[in-house]
């Protein structure tokens, strides 16, 4: 991911310590058009979104589940108090 604040030269030092890494892993790297690499990391930037709204969303509903539990169980305790 580049940072807004990030500069093109740490944003491509970073693609390139990537890119050597995979060679050290002896992936087979070939050569892809800018334009299709641009539009292949766009449709990977919105799949990632998806999962990343997907997993928020199921945090909220287990979070509203322990929330509805938390005062089912306040309401019992306190009559069970009284």
Known sequence: MILEEESIDNAFAKFNTII???KALDEDLTTLPLDEL???LKVYEKVIKKDFETVKGK???RRSL???VSDEDSSS???EDE
């Open 20 to 22: 050597t890494s995979l």
């Open 38 to 40: 641009i539009g292949n």
């Open 59 to 61: 945090k909220e509903q």
């Open 66 to 68: 322990v929330l509805k």
């Open 77 to 79: 305790s306190d009559s």
